[in-house]
């Protein structure tokens, strides 16, 4: 087992659980680098015509609907000035590359397939653990954005409820930089809505319309290299980042394989790219 059966009994009790020193400190940075890499070689020319032209709406929710199985830039919402062009550098406009980092990426690969990985995936029980998507998160000094309460089934629902996330802090994050936020324990609050796929694109079917208790969240302020593995029904959010510190961040989601997928899901992949394992 890597964890204990104490730090198994407080993930199951707060939906959440902090492994500190999860990465060391050079794993993280060599992320980071090819992070740097992947936004140094990315042509934003496609990319900004799709979020800066008259059908906006439409182009740049099909460049998201269609990226579960690409590496894929998307940027921050303030990214750009009346005319179409980036307000910042290219580098300081991303807020965040997805989603199949893990499989496209022989960097991000080696990264999320690890024998520690696996085994946390069984002490969490999760039966033939798939990964599922992976985002690399900048946000961004000063105008990184903010993250709103959700639980992330809302987005990846499977029958049975079978997801974790898996939160990785490649740098310090505090609540200067914007930080998580959880409700230890909301995870009881059971799923309050999903999006799904529908004939007129996507929407949210709400199951419970009452406001998130917001006044119950906690700040996960962590180091670097700390793993933070969250419920998929755990509420949580992150705020602006005002400060001139970068909070980069990596992200996987992990599935059980024998549970049910729906084609609603907004995630679809090619058959020609199936899921994998730790393997
Ligand atoms: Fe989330």
């Not at 199951?207 to 755990?234: C, M, N």
Request: hydrophobic fraction near 35%.
């Amino acid at each position: 087992m890597y964890l204990t059966r104490e730090q198994q009994a407080d993930y199951k009790r707060q939906g959440f659980l902090i492994v500190e020193s999860f990465v060391d400190a050079g794993a993280c940075d060599r992320l980071r680098v090819r992070a740097e890499a992947l936004v140094h070689e990315f042509d934003p020319a496609e990319a900004i015509s799709i979020f800066s032209t008259r059908e906006q709406s439409r182009r740049a929710d099909d460049y998201f609907l269609g990226s579960g199985d690409k590496i894929r830039f998307f940027f921050e919402e303030n990214a750009f000035l009346p005319n179409g062009s980036l307000r910042h550098s290219k580098n300081r406009s991303i807020n965040k590359i997805g989603h199949a980092l893990h499989d496209l990426d022989p960097v991000f690969d080696k990264f999320s397939r690890t024998p520690e990985l696996k085994q946390l995936s069984a002490d969490l029980g999760i039966e033939q653990p798939l990964l599922l998507q992976s985002m690399y998160i900048f946000k961004q000094p000063k105008i990184g954005g903010e993250v709103t309460c959700h639980q992330d089934s809302t987005f990846i629902y499977t029958e049975p409820m079978s997801i974790a996330g898996l939160w990785f802090a490649l740098e310090d994050a505090t609540v200067e930089n914007g930080c998580l936020w959880a409700i230890p324990g909301g995870h009881e609050i059971g799923l309050k809505s999903r999006w799904q796929r529908s004939q007129d694109g996507m929407h949210f079917e709400v199951f419970d319309s009452t406001p998130w208790p917001e006044e119950r969240l906690v700040p996960l302020e962590v180091r670097k290299g700390t793993l933070i593995l969250l419920s998929g029904l755990l509420p949580h959010k992150s705020l602006e980042n005002k400060s001139a510190k970068s909070r980069h961040a990596y992200t996987l989601h992990m599935i059980g394989g024998n549970s049910d997928y729906p084609a609603d899901n907004w995630l679809q992949r090619s058959t020609a790219m199936p899921l994998r394992g730790f393997e």
